[in-house]
Structure formats: structure tokens, C-alpha cells
């Protein structure tokens, strides 16, 4: 499978209601990034009021 972004190999694959989509490594990494900048992540982060035990 080819990544969704690039000519490059996919890395990563997804797959819901049978469409299936692959990314390389350093767009997933990109997408991750932008979610993890992302407002509504913090939000839902609050309201799951998760205890983070390190």
C-alpha cells in the first residue's frame, strides 16, 4: 500500500467501513503532531479527567 500523502510505502494502515488508507512514517508523525495542537484534544483530555501515573 502506498502512503495517502507520497509516492512512499505506507507505514501505517487504516481501515474503516472498508475503505483502508496508509501513511509513511513522517506523515503520521505530521498528522499526530497537528492533533496533538489540536484544541478539542486538551477539551476531551479534561472531560475524560484521565490519571496520568508516571
Known amino acids: 500500500m502506498q502512503c495517502h ?3 512512499r510505502d505506507a507505514d501505517v494502515a487504516v ?8 501513511v509513511c512514517t513522517d506523515h503520521f508523525r505530521e498528522q ?3 492533533l496533538e495542537d489540536a ?3 486538551e477539551e476531551l483530555d479534561e472531560q475524560l479527567d ?4 508516571e
Open 50 to 53: 484521565i490519571d496520568r501515573r
Open 32 to 34: 499526530m503532531a497537528e
Open 15 to 22: 481501515e474503516k467501513d472498508g475503505v483502508k488508507v496508509g
Open 39 to 41: 484544541d478539542w484534544i
Open 5 to 7: 500523502y507520497c509516492d
